[in-house]
């Protein structure tokens, strides 16, 4: 009998809040019988800021995220072959801004290097069950995240495209973007993928997830603490968007997918003795750490933080 995996995928949802007048976020998440995919986008305010009078005076940002997504969705809906995963999925999102540059109208009116036109950047997880274990691909551009989430917490698959900084110091040096996508096609799709054992969770975030806590931990600890909090799905993303929501500077976009815990309430007790040490040995003492603590803490943190399952170095952090 040929595995189904809607009967192993636990839920999927995503979280989405925005700031006012902005609204630059995205996200595209489904699942058939065979693999699912979840999939974030930021549109890049700064580098996307013109606006365009025949797409309703909408920023290039707003428009890109919402045309990264369709390309997204577009190519899930058509994928048949995971070894041209990566090449067909920039296709597919090259096509959409495409049609988006079609009906722009005029020309590209803003200049100078920090300008692209339609940028925005990506997080996609796309798993799907082969021989009894999942292949867990990890495709991004930019700066939104992929997690997976196991046993031993949160580990940073993607690798942020930012020169020089980790995941701690990009929290205050706010480090150059130098690669998005965009409409001059200028861009690459990186892909890490993992063979991973259900349970597991898959997440994805857009950096008004993660960007304004002090420390990588915080993270982690809201997903962990919202989860044993609630009672079920529905309370648990609304638990989500009102801790992000407090902390946040940015909109924000989290998708999250669970596989192989077979309820709820097996989910939490999963995660539950991780988010106690996680509450206890780093959030406990964040108040009144100095710089010098919250380094140490970090280079704790981070050796299973930037660790793939498996023991193998997700490549940053070092």
Known sequence: MKNNLIDKLDLQFCVYGEMENSGEDSYYYSANEDKYVSAVFDGCGGLGAQKYKELNNKKGAYIASRAASAGVEAWFNEYCDRRARKNDIKKYIDMCLAECNKYSGSAFELKGSMVRKFPTTMSAVIAEESGGKFDVSYMWSGDSRGYLFDENGA???????????????NLTNDGVLNNVISFDGNYVVH??????QAPFMTVTATDGC???????????????????????VNDWKEKINDFISRFTGDDYTVCIAAVGFGSFQKLKTFYKRRMEKIYDRYITKLDDADDKDIMSMWNEYKKQYYTMPGGVHSGTGN
Request: glycine share 4%; charged share 30%; net charge negative.
């Open 191 to 196: 892909e890490k993928v993992i063979k991973r």
């Open 210 to 232: 993660f960007g304004y806590y002090k420390t990588p931990m915080e993270f982690e600890f809201s997903i962990l603490y919202t989860l044993s909090l609630a009672e079920n």
């Open 155 to 169: 580990h940073q698959i993607t690798d942020d495209d930012i020169d020089g900084e980790d995941a701690l110091t």
